[in-house]
């Protein structure tokens, strides 16, 4: 090879080698920034778990220092990947009841870090019009609901609730998984036209605080009595991520704080910009939230 020829080689190598460190360091960049410790947070695309991951991204990205990264999943895989240590915490799990299959699967692998939100509640709710008000009525008002009941996503506990509810109470109706923006749609559309619809709902949510709704009575107790939502984090997240896990422990919301919350995200569909602006609102309850040096 001549001198020229080796020379331009070098150069075109040189800015080849340039280019690919100068993309490394850009991609680097986008997904840990330097100096500060990461987080990783699972959530399922519920109004309340939304509201509580993206409140508890923006104060420990803001106040506390970290970065923060969050992953919308099925329950199911939200569940697998704490236990595995593939994410920090979780916190939505519904306990005793809603959750209680995935504790008993994965309960030696996660540590429960304590009660976000006291008084929660599952079952089947209906617009306060609808005027039958037992779940023990639904087959005789099968026409009036087109014999359908409104679901969320399927691997979600009230989703099995619901499935015992339709074998316990022998319902003649189909239950049709989505999600919970596709259910609140459903039920949205249903007000508005006055028709009757039942869907699977919870409380805390902003669907309460939007429209007139009531839960069926549940004589049989399938869905169980009044539950607390759970913070639970992966097993080690104590010893690795001590004031992370300390700031979770404290991080805890009433029901008027939480569907506050809820409300501002539904109506601007931007959680992070909701919750920065929540937070300005409510400064003193956040800062006790965090952990003394």
């Given at each position: 090879m001549s001198k020229q020829k080796t020379k331009w080689f070098m150069l075109v190598m040189v800015?080849?080698?340039?280019?690919?460190?100068?993309?490394?360091?850009?991609?680097?960049?986008?997904?840990?920034?330097?100096?500060?410790?990461?987080?990783?947070?699972?959530?399922?695309?519920?109004?309340?778990?939304?509201?509580?991951?993206?409140?508890?991204?923006?104060?420990?990205?803001?106040?506390?220092?970290?970065?923060?990264?969050?992953?919308?999943?099925?329950?199911?895989?939200?569940?697998?990947?704490?236990?595995?240590?593939?994410?920090?915490?979780?916190?939505?799990?519904?306990?005793?009841?809603?959750?209680?299959?995935?504790?008993?699967?994965?309960?030696?692998?996660?540590?429960?870090?304590g009660v976000s939100f006291t008084g929660a509640r599952i079952g089947l709710v209906v617009p306060e019009y609808v005027t039958i008000n037992s779940i023990e009525?639904?087959?005789?008002?099968?026409?009036?609901?087109?014999?359908k009941l409104i679901g969320i996503d399927s691997g979600a506990g009230i989703m099995k609730a619901t499935d015992k509810a339709i074998q316990d109470y022998q319902l003649q109706y189909q239950l049709l998984p989505g999600s919970g923006p596709a259910m609140t749609a459903s039920l949205k559309d249903a007000v508005e036209k006055?028709?009757?619809?039942?869907?699977?709902?919870?409380?805390?949510?902003?669907?309460?605080?939007?429209?007139?709704?009531k839960f069926l009575e549940d004589p049989k107790g399938v869905y169980g009595n009044v539950e607390n939502i759970h913070i639970v984090g992966r097993k080690n997240i104590e010893q690795d991520l001590p004031e992370v896990a300390a700031f979770l422990k404290n991080f805890k919301l009433n029901d008027q704080q939480l569907g506050s919350l809820m409300g501002m995200i539904a109506e601007s569909d931007d959680p992070v910009k909701s919750a920065k602006e929540w937070v300005k609102n409510n400064e003193e309850l956040v800062n006790s939230w965090i952990p003394k040096k």
């Open positions: 800015a080849i080698l340039s280019t690919a460190l100068l993309l490394a360091g850009c991609g680097k960049s986008d997904t840990a920034q330097p100096g500060k410790k990461v987080v990783k947070f699972g959530y399922v695309n519920w109004a309340e778990g939304v509201a509580m991951t993206h409140l508890a991204k923006v104060v420990l990205e803001d106040k506390m220092g970290y970065q923060v990264e969050t992953t919308m999943a099925d329950v199911a895989p939200v569940f697998t990947s704490v236990a595995n240590g593939d994410y920090d915490a979780f916190l939505d799990a519904w306990l005793p009841v809603t959750h209680e299959s995935y504790m008993k699967e994965y309960g030696d692998k996660l540590v429960d870090l009525e639904l087959n005789a008002a099968k026409d009036r609901f087109e014999g006055q028709e009757w619809v039942a869907v699977t709902g919870w409380k805390p949510h902003w669907m309460f605080a939007t429209w007139k709704l």
